[in-house]
């Protein structure tokens, strides 16, 4: 499946037939000699009584996230598929329980609280000040402010500010935003885990809106253009000069299903 050009393979594993360690999930993420995919998800059991089902999501070098924007509408949108769920569901990850709504267009979902907002840090890159502004919207995201973002080197600048110390141990994404006008932005979204650019990061495009609301003011929906041509719509309330109720709202598209050998 994919959000927005954010692709995904899904698996059912509610029998919990399949325990994937780090390797092979690297191996079925590669695009050469794999399925090909930015993460890989399995749907099982939830084991809390606030959610419907659970997942386990993973990163394409194998390593588990807590939480993925455009996959959990993908994820969504796939459950539903195999239960024929209508009305919405719920569904356990490692940042909070995640809510989904289906619309004729693509899938709505309520992302978890996001964390305190730190704005306006001066990191030092390569011997330049970048200011930078972060949040936590289910993952660390890293938010910075450019002119065009067409012109930025995504891959060279994303990997210096992901490793900086100041994310440290962990990292952080980031995305580099361009200001297109009232409560629209254009995101491009180096992402943990993928170790490079992505074609989407609904995280990223949440987090990127939030900062936006708050150092120009945007009121809700934010609408983000990211790296594929798709469009997302960001929304939230505000609340004790913070923010709640926050949504996001896009494609989550079916491309192919089959087996694969994993020997």
């Known amino acids: ?35 090909g995919a930015d993460g890989l998800m399995l749907l099982e059991e939830s084991q809390n009584r606030h959610a419907d089902w659970a997942w386990k999501f993973y990163n394409s070098d194998g390593s588990e996230a807590e ?41 709505t979902v309520n992302l978890t609280e996001p964390g305190p907002m730190e704005l306006d840090r001066g990191i030092q890159i390569k011997g330049s000040e970048l200011k930078v502004h972060s949040v936590n919207t289910g993952v660390p995201h890293a938010v910075v402010f450019v002119e065009d973002a067409g012109q930025c080197n995504v891959d060279e600048l994303g990997a210096a500010v992901r490793y900086h110390e100041h994310f440290g141990p962990n990292g952080t994404n980031v995305n580099f935003v361009q200001i297109l006008g009232p409560g629209r932005v254009r995101v491009r979204t180096y992402e943990r885990g993928v170790e490079g650019e992505t074609l989407a990061c609904g995280t990223g495009v949440t987090a990127a809106s939030l900062v936006a609301a708050r150092k120009h003011g945007f009121d809700t929906p934010v609408e ?40």
């Open 1 to 35: 499946m994919n959000g927005a050009g954010n692709d995904f393979i899904l698996i059912d594993n509610r029998n919990l037939s399949f325990t994937p360690d780090s390797e092979q999930v690297a191996a079925l993420c590669d695009r050469h000699a794999g399925v």
């Open 224 to 263: 983000v253009k990211v790296k594929s041509g798709d469009w997302l719509k960001v929304s939230f309330d505000h609340e004790d000069g913070g923010f709640s109720k926050v949504r996001l709202s896009g494609p989550a598209d079916f491309v192919f299903t089959g087996e694969i050998n994993l020997d």
């Open 67 to 107: 939480m993925c924007g455009n996959g959990a509408r993908c994820f969504a949108a796939f459950v539903k598929q195999l239960t024929h769920s209508e009305d919405g569901l719920s569904f356990d990850t490692q940042a909070g329980v995640i809510s989904a709504t289906f619309e004729p267009n693509g899938v």
